[in-house]
């Protein structure tokens, strides 16, 4: 599976929520709502996840594997990186 766009909409003013993010895998299915936080750790993407009714939350799309993960966090991040280069050049 190949990661062919990722989309950054940078937040500003917010405390931990850098930016949301949107993925297209294989040119033919997209993923939204995807997080760039600021954590204890350091940046990190959160997947998009729901509310339930007893007040906890689930993943509403993840990657299955470890590979997929870091696959997907690394090049979330490095666009992410560009926007902000991209921003603060002018």
Not at 4 to 29: M, N, P, W
Not at 38 to 59: C, N
């Amino acid at each position: 599976m190949e990661i062919t766009d990722v989309r950054v909409h940078l937040r500003q003013g917010e405390d931990h929520l850098k930016a949301f993010v949107s993925v297209i895998l294989d040119g033919a299915f997209a993923v939204e709502d995807l997080k760039v936080v600021d954590g204890a750790r350091g940046l990190f993407v959160s997947m998009p996840r729901r509310k339930l009714p007893d007040g906890t939350y689930r993943d509403v799309a993840h990657a299955v594997t470890k590979e997929m993960r870091e696959a997907l966090q690394t090049r979330v991040l490095a666009v992410y990186q560009q926007a902000l280069e991209g921003t603060a050049s002018g």
